[in-house]
């Protein structure tokens, strides 16, 4: 279990989770304000990891403002900050950080191993989230969105449901991809995608509209 809450994510992780000085303890790593523990020394940092408590289905860890479905399960390793919602038949993995006021929706799987899910983000229900995940704040993931390994979403990202995507992509912030759309590649600007393979929402309706014209004309060919 130490072995697996020594691991931090790089730039993600340093933004949601500030480190205390060493030798303040192994959960201080992830709990609480890390600048004040920092002011304050380790008795600052024990103060905010005493605001944390073993949640007993699973092994990991919940703030006590936290509101966890008791039949969730967030493993040892897991995070669970101040405010977040965990609903029914949850899965948080091990090494995931839940931030502040963040909500998940029933039966949604998150992965394990450094996934990050930023502050105030809200997912629905079913929703698959693999291992590696960076989720920036205030993100709207509606159901049955499945997420690949080491995907990175920037903040305000909005994705329809059942949007796929695929494992190492990145998607810049304040995109928003329609329901169905599949993410191969990198997202690099803001602004509206659709389409399997996701493409500029423009660019997408019109080919939507080409497929149809195409269609009719095969048909009356016929």
Request: proline share 4%; glycine share 14%.
């Amino acid at each position: 279990m130490a072995a697996i809450l020594r691991r931090t994510t790089a730039k993600a992780a340093a933004e949601l989770l500030p480190r205390p000085p060493r030798g303040a303890g192994w959960l201080a790593r992830f709990l609480g304000d890390g600048a004040s523990a920092a002011s304050h020394g380790n008795t600052g940092v024990m103060a905010s990891a005493a605001e944390f408590v073993p949640w007993r289905n699973g092994g990991g860890v919940l703030h006590r403002a936290a509101s966890v479905d008791p039949t969730a399960v967030v493993e040892a390793g897991a995070v669970v900050h101040s405010g977040a919602v965990i609903g029914k038949e949850v899965v948080v993995g091990s090494g995931t950080v839940v931030g502040p006021s963040v909500s998940v929706g029933q039966s949604t799987r998150i992965g394990w191993r450094d996934t990050i899910i930023g502050d105030a983000t809200k997912i629905d229900n079913l929703v698959q989230i693999g291992h590696n995940v960076v989720i920036g704040k205030c993100c709207m993931i509606c159901g049955q969105v499945g997420i690949a390994g080491s995907a990175t979403l920037g903040d305000y990202v909005t994705l329809g449901g059942r949007v796929a995507i695929r494992d190492h992509v990145s998607i810049a912030s304040k995109v928003r991809l329609a329901a169905n759309s599949l993410a191969t590649k990198d997202i690099q600007n803001p602004g509206d995608y659709g389409g399997f393979p996701a493409v500029p929402v423009n660019e997408w309706r019109w080919q939507t509209v080409n497929l149809r014209l195409l269609s009719k004309k095969h048909v009356v060919r016929r």
